[in-house]
């Protein structure tokens, strides 16, 4: 049984609904994560292609991610979609990676420039601006620039990776083909804008789907996870459910969620996650029934304008 897929808006590429992020496999400098060996490394993303899963997300800034890759999947580049961020700059400060970003022509060409090289390919799917706001991104003319990338064939499509406020104006400009946006059940906050900008034409890759996992098993953190029992969604699980297995299928039932990219370095989860997406989304009346009771204790989305 293979993975559902949809169309990753005007792209026109056909993804896996569910992607794999790797930010998990950034090395031994972890940001809050844990650490990834060369061969957990090598392991996991063999594991993801093998999997059927065809789309991947990393950032230049995520640590030895990209590095990873190249190492261990250029060999199957024709096998999965690629996407990358742009703006980054990374500082090793001791025992921490600083990563602030700046959005200049120059430190772009850098950016996708390194990533190529660290990847072993000579174009990417989709260059994401890495959450600039509109006025730095006016400023600096990083869509003049990205175009410019795209006429040289190191990118086919112009992304952004970008929240509220700023999300709406994008969507407005009309020239991004790909956004990458928060959300879950537990963070519902761009759930409208999301399908404004599918609506639109753009492709939608959604981060945080899973919150980064139950705390304990996962990630997550304490307090958003919190919202799970107020909100009584216990109650609306399978009995043969996780938690994190119910957030997946919430929100692989936005109907715009082309690609949610859940990272990973731990072959079971990897599984489960496939699993979770093979039985599908919710039904339909756990999902209206999901959404008002988020609606009742207070996770709304915002009004898009």
């Given at each position: 049984m293979s993975l559902p897929k949809r169309t990753l808006g005007r792209t026109g590429l056909e993804v896996t609904q569910l992607?794999?992020?790797?930010?998990?496999?950034?090395?031994?400098?972890?940001w809050g994560g844990r650490p990834c060996s060369d061969s957990q490394a090598a392991d996991i993303l063999n594991a993801v292609l093998d999997a059927g899963i065809t789309f991947v997300d990393t950032a230049n800034d995520y640590g030895k991610s990209e590095l990873y890759l190249g190492r261990h999947l250029a060999h199957r580049r024709n096998e999965f979609y690629l996407a990358t961020k742009c703006g980054c700059h990374v500082v090793y400060?001791?025992?921490?990676?600083?990563?602030?970003?700046?959005?200049?022509?120059?430190?772009?060409?850098?950016?996708?420039?390194?990533?190529?090289?660290?990847m072993e390919t000579d174009y990417?799917?989709?260059?994401?601006?890495?959450?600039?706001g509109v006025e730095v991104c006016e400023k600096n003319q990083c869509v003049e620039t990205l175009q410019e990338l795209k006429a040289q064939g190191a990118i086919?499509?112009?992304?952004?990776?970008?929240?509220?406020p700023d999300l709406t104006t994008y969507i407005d400009w009309g020239v991004f083909d790909v956004f990458q946006v928060p959300y879950s059940a537990l963070?519902?906050?761009?759930?409208?804008q999301i399908t404004r900008a599918a609506e639109a034409g753009a492709g939608i890759i959604i981060r945080g789907g899973v919150a980064r996992g139950e705390p304990g098993d996962g990630l997550g953190a304490e307090d958003r996870w919190r919202l799970f029992?107020?909100?009584?969604?216990?109650?609306?699980?399978?009995?043969?459910?996780?938690?994190?297995?119910?957030?997946?299928?919430?929100?692989?039932?936005?109907?715009?969620?082309?690609?949610?990219?859940v990272?990973?370095?731990?072959?079971?989860?990897?599984?489960?996650?496939?699993?979770?997406?093979?039985r599908g989304p919710l039904a339909p009346d756990i999902y209206a029934e999901t959404k008002a009771r988020l609606d009742a204790a207070g996770e709304r989305p915002v009004e898009d304008a």
């Open positions: 992607g794999y992020g790797a930010m998990e496999v950034r090395g031994d400098r972890i400060a001791g025992d921490h990676d600083e990563t602030p970003h700046f959005y200049t022509r120059d430190n772009i060409l850098r950016n996708i420039a390194d990533s190529l090289l660290k990417v799917d989709v260059l994401q601006l890495h959450n600039p086919r499509f112009l992304g952004c990776s970008s929240t509220h963070q519902r906050t761009h759930e409208n029992t107020k909100a009584g969604l216990d109650e609306l699980r399978a009995p043969d459910e996780t938690r994190t297995a119910f957030l997946l299928r919430f929100t692989l039932s936005h109907p715009h969620c082309h690609t949610t990219i990272g990973t370095a731990n072959r079971e989860h990897l599984q489960q996650n496939v699993a979770t997406a093979l």
